[in-house]
Nanobody, 116 residues
Framework: QVQLVASGGGLVQAGGSLRLSCADSGRTFSSYTMGWFRQAPGKQHEFVAS????????YYTDSVKGRFTISRDNAKNTVYLQMNSLKPEDTAVYYC?????????WGQGTQVTVSS
């Protein structure tokens, strides 16, 4: 069964950095635009960033521009999210999915907690 698995989260102080990774064990997503999303407690999934199939085009929600960088390695079937200058409001469970996230389940997310 195919499943997206995100990893790399953790507890970090404000201003710190984390690098998230996302891979799929059962399918290749090299032909898809992929995205990172996050879900804070009691809220719906929120778009964070996306990257087209070749990696030549990226897009970010305003709140993370200049701090987060999305990238991908299609040979490794992996998508990354480098998060710098983290803020407490970045605290959430982070997921990857194709963008838009229609037709694929959310898979396993990774918790990011930023302390002030």
């Amino acid at each position: 069964q195919v499943q997206l698995v995100a990893s790399g989260g953790g507890l970090v102080q404000a201003g710190g950095s984390l690098r998230l990774s996302c891979a799929d064990s059962g399918r290749t997503f090299s032909s898809y635009t992929m995205g990172w999303f996050r879900q804070a407690p009691g809220k719906q999934h929120e778009f964070v960033a996306s990257i087209n199939w070749s990696g030549s085009s990226t897009y970010y929600t305003d709140s993370v521009k200049g701090r987060f960088t999305i990238s991908r390695d299609n040979a490794k079937n992996t998508v990354y999210l480098q998060m710098n200058s983290l803020k407490p409001e970045d605290t959430a469970v982070y997921y990857c999915n194709k963008h838009p996230p229609v037709g694929w389940s959310w898979g396993q997310g990774t918790q990011v907690t930023v302390s002030s």
